[in-house]
C-alpha cells in the first residue's frame, strides 16, 4: 500500500520501501529516504534562563573566556527541525550489532570452531545491515543554469578556501581588559581559544548524496554547506540553517601569531610576547622573542536558531570568496519544506545567549556616498548608529580630497581658529578592508539631513586599531558614529577635520546602544555619595576591568545633608537609578545646562567612568568647561 499528497511544488509519497520528498520550483529538489523511528524520543529540557555548560575551554592566563560558538546542534533542533534533520539524528543514534556479533563469536570459538561458520556470515550480514540502517540518502537535483552556477560558485569558492595552508574554527574569546594582562599577552587587545579545521568534500557519515558536499570539520564541530542549507553536526547531533535564512560575512583580522607562521600568511607587522605600557620591549624579560602580527581572513557564520561560528583562515582570500558565495546563496530564492514557525524570536533557544537586536529607528543616509566629494545622494544604511566615546581627538587625513563636500557642509563660510567657532558635525567610521590601497582603511563620512559624504580617513598608524574595533561592532549589528569639527575655509585656505573620539581599545559606552546628544567630555568632575549606591553601580561595572564607560543622566535636585542641605544639587543616574550628586559648588556651575536640558527632554546626558578601588565603585563624570 502507498499514499501521495502534497501540494503544488511539494510532494510526499510514502510507500513500503520508504518515503521520498520531492521539491519542486525550479531550484532544488532531492529524493531521500525516511524511516519511521521507533522507541522513545530522548529530549534533554533546559530551565529557562539557564545557560547549556559548555565543552571545558582552556583560559590562558587570567584573561576570561567566553564561548562564542553559538547554540549547539541539540538546541538548534529543539527549537525548529526539518525533515532531513530528524531521519539524520535518527541514523546517528541507531545502534550498531555487528561488533557485538563479532566479540560474540570470537567469544565462542575457544568453544568450538565451527562457530565460525555461523558467525563471520552473521557479523558480515549485520555490518551490512547497519549501514544501511545510520545512513540517509539525499539525491539533489539542482534545476536551471542559473541555480546551478550558485551552488558551482559556492563549490569553487571553498576550493579556493582549502588552498589556504591554515584554517581554525573560533569556539572562545575574551577581552584583555587591564594593563597588566595587556603587557603580558603580546599587547593584544583580546584572547581566543581555537581548534584546527578540516577542509573535506565528503559530506557528513551519516549522509550519502550524490553532489560534492563543502565541509568545515573540528573535533568540536563540523558544518557542511548543502544546496538547499548549511548542515552543522555536534556529535551525533545534527541541525540545519536554511541559506536563506543565514548571514555570511568576511572581515579581516590581525592577529599576533606565537605559533606556526602560514607560509601564504601576511605579516602586517611585529610586537614583542611580553611588551610595555607604550607597546615596545619589555626589557625585564631576559626571553622575550619577537612575534610577528599577520592579518588573517575571518568567516563568520549567523543563522536563526542561535546558529553562529567564526572560522579563520590564515588568508584574506579564502574567507572572501567562501563568505560571497554564501551571501550568493542565501539572496537566492531558496524553495524547500517551510516547517519553521512563523514569528521564530531569537531568544527562543533555551540556554543560549542571544546577541542584541539593533533598536529601531531611521535608518542613517548617506552611506556608500560618492567619494570624490561631488555627491550628497542620500541611500539607506541597513545597520543602526552607536555612539562612541568622544572623550579625546583624533585628527584625520585626506581632506584636501574632498574640498567640495567640506566646503559644503561649512556654507562656504571661513570657520574660526577658537575652538568654539570650529563647526560640529556627525561622523559616521566606515571600516574599508576592501579598500585597494590600504586594507586596514577607516573611511570618514559626514550626515547631514540632506545625506552624506566622504570627508577624509583616519591615518594608517591609526585605522588598523580602530577597524578592528569597528568591525567588531558592526557584527553586533551596530556603525559607529561621533563628534566631528570642521576647521579652516576662507581666503583661500583648505578645510580640515578632526574627531573626538577615544582610544580604539575604549570606544564603547556600555549602556548606550543607540545615538543621543551627549555633553562635550571636556574636563573630569567628581561625583559624591556614591558609597551610599554602591549596588547600582555595580550593575554596571565588573571589578576584573580597569574602568567602564557609561552614559549618566543629570537631574535637577537638592543637596541631601551637610551644610548646604536642600540648597540645588545635580543629582546623578545611571539607567534612572541614583548613583550619587555633584557637590553644592559643582551643581551651581552646571545647573544652567541641565536645567535648558529639562526643558527638551527632562535631563542632560553625558560620559562617565565607573572604577573600583579601596573606596568600592566610584564614578566620574565627563562634562563641558564651566563658562
Known amino acids: 500500500m502507498g ?62 573566556l567566553s564561548d562564542v560558538s553559538g547554540a549547539t546542534a541539540l538546541d ?20 550498531r550489532f555487528w561488533p557485538w556479533c563479532l566479540a560474540l563469536t570470537i567469544a565462542l570459538v575457544y568453544v568450538s570452531p565451527l562457530v565460525l561458520l555461523a558467525g563471520v556470515p552473521m557479523t558480515v ?45 573560533v569556539v572562545a574569546s575574551g577581552a584583555v581588559s587591564t594593563t597588566h594582562q595587556h603587557k603580558v599577552h603580546a599587547g593584544a587587545t583580546a584572547l581566543i581559544n581555537r581548534l584546527p579545521v578540516v577542509r573535506g568534500i565528503s559530506g557528513p557519515p551519516n549522509l550519502t548524496s550524490n553532489i560534492t558536499v563543502p565541509s568545515l570539520s573540528t573535533p568540536r564541530r563540523s558544518v557542511y554547506f548543502l544546496p538547499d542549507r548549511i548542515l552543522i553536526r555536534d556529535g551525533k547531533h545534527y541541525a540545519d540553517v536554511a541559506h536563506r535564512d543565514s548571514r555570511a560575512e568576511a572581515v579581516p583580522q590581525r592577529f599576533i601569531e606565537d605559533g606556526v607562521v602560514p607560509s601564504d600568511s601576511e605579516i602586517v607587522g611585529h610586537t614583542w610576547q611580553y611588551v610595555n605600557v607604550k607597546g615596545g620591549l ?28 567564526i572560522f579563520d583562515f590564515s588568508t584574506t582570500a579564502a574567507n572572501s570568496a567562501l563568505a560571497g558565495a554564501l551571501q550568493n546563496m542565501a539572496t537566492a530564492e531558496q524553495p524547500g519544506p517551510r516547517n519553521r514557525a512563523a514569528a521564530l524570536r531569537p531568544d527562543a533557544v533555551r540556554g543560549t545567549p542571544q546577541p542584541k537586536a539593533p533598536p529601531s529607528g531611521p535608518p542613517i543616509r548617506g552611506y556608500g556616498s560618492s567619494r570624490n ?33 567640506l566646503r559644503r557642509l561649512a556654507n562656504g563660510i571661513e570657520v574660526g581658529s577658537e575652538f568654539n567657532q570650529h563647526l560640529p558635525v556627525a561622523a559616521i567610521l566606515v571600516p574599508e578592508h576592501e579598500n585597494p590601497h590600504d586594507g586596514d582603511a577607516v573611511r570618514v563620512d559626514v550626515a547631514t539631513d540632506a545625506g552624506a559624504a566622504t570627508v577624509g580617513y583616519l591615518s594608517r598608524d591609526d585605522a588598523p586599531a580602530y577597524q578592528a574595533a569597528l568591525f567588531a561592532l558592526r557584527n553586533e549589528g551596530y556603525v559607529g558614529t561621533c563628534p566631528g569639527r570642521i576647521t579652516g575655509g576662507g581666503r583661500g585656505r583648505s578645510y580640515g577635520m578632526y574627531l573626538h573620539l577615544a582610544g580604539a581599545d575604549a570606544l564603547l559606552l556600555e549602556n548606550l546602544v543607540g545615538e543621543i546628544d551627549l555633553l562635550d567630555p ?25 574602568f567602564t564607560r557609561v552614559v549618566a543622566q ?12 536642600g540648597a540645588y544639587a545635580v543629582e546623578v543616574r545611571l539607567d534612572g537609578g541614583r548613583v550619587g550628586e555633584l557637590t553644592a559648588a559643582m551643581s551651581a556651575r552646571y545647573q544652567h545646562l541641565v536645567v535648558a536640558a529639562a526643558k527638551q527632554s527632562g535631563h542632560a546626558n553625558c560620559e562617565a567612568l565607573i572604577t573600583h578601588g579601596t573606596r568600592g565603585f566610584q564614578i566620574e563624570l565627563r562634562l563641558p568647561t564651566p563658562n
Request: a positive charge; glycine letters at 8%; zero cysteines.
Open 373 to 405: 566629494g561631488n555627491s550628497m545622494t542620500p541611500t539607506a544604511l541597513p545597520l543602526p548608529r552607536r555612539r562612541l566615546s568622544a572623550e579625546g581627538r583624533l585628527p584625520i587625513v585626506g581632506e584636501s580630497h574632498y574640498q567640495p563636500a
Open 522 to 546: 571636556a574636563r573630569q568632575v567628581t561625583v559624591t555619595k556614591e558609597e551610599d549606591h554602591q549596588t547600582v553601580l555595580s550593575r554596571h561595572h565588573s571589578p576584573a576591568r580597569t
Open 554 to 565: 543629570l537631574v535637577s535636585s537638592t543637596v541631601s545633608g551637610g551644610k548646604h542641605k
Open 3 to 64: 499514499a501521495s499528497v502534497g501540494i503544488p511544488g511539494f510532494r510526499l509519497d510514502a510507500g513500503p520501501r520508504g518515503t521520498y520528498v520531492s521539491l519542486g520550483g525550479g531550484l532544488v529538489s532531492y529524493r531521500a529516504t525516511v524511516r519511521s523511528s521507533h522507541g522513545k524520543t530522548h529530549t534533554r529540557t533546559v530551565p529557562a534562563g539557564s545557560q547549556v555548560p559548555p565543552a571545558d575551554l582552556p583560559s590562558p592566563s587570567d584573561v576570561v
Open 282 to 309: 619589555d626589557r625585564r624579560f631576559k626571553n622575550n622573542r619577537q612575534l610577528p602580527i599577520l592579518r588573517y581572513g575571518r568567516l563568520t557564520l549567523t543563522g536563526e536558531a542561535g546558529y553562529h561560528a
Open 76 to 95: 538548534m533542533t529543539e527549537v525548529v527541525s526539518s525533515d532531513l534533520v530528524t531521519q539524520l539524528n535518527d541514523a546517528a543514534r541507531s545502534p
Open 125 to 169: 550480514w549485520l555490518f551490512w545491515k547497519d549501514q544501511v540502517r545510520r545512513k540517509v540518502v539525499a539525491f539533489y537535483d539542482v534545476h536551471g543554469e542559473e541555480e546551478a552556477r550558485h551552488f558551482q560558485r559556492l563549490v569553487d569558492a571553498f576550493g579556493q578556501a582549502s588552498e589556504a595552508q591554515r584554517a581554525w574554527h
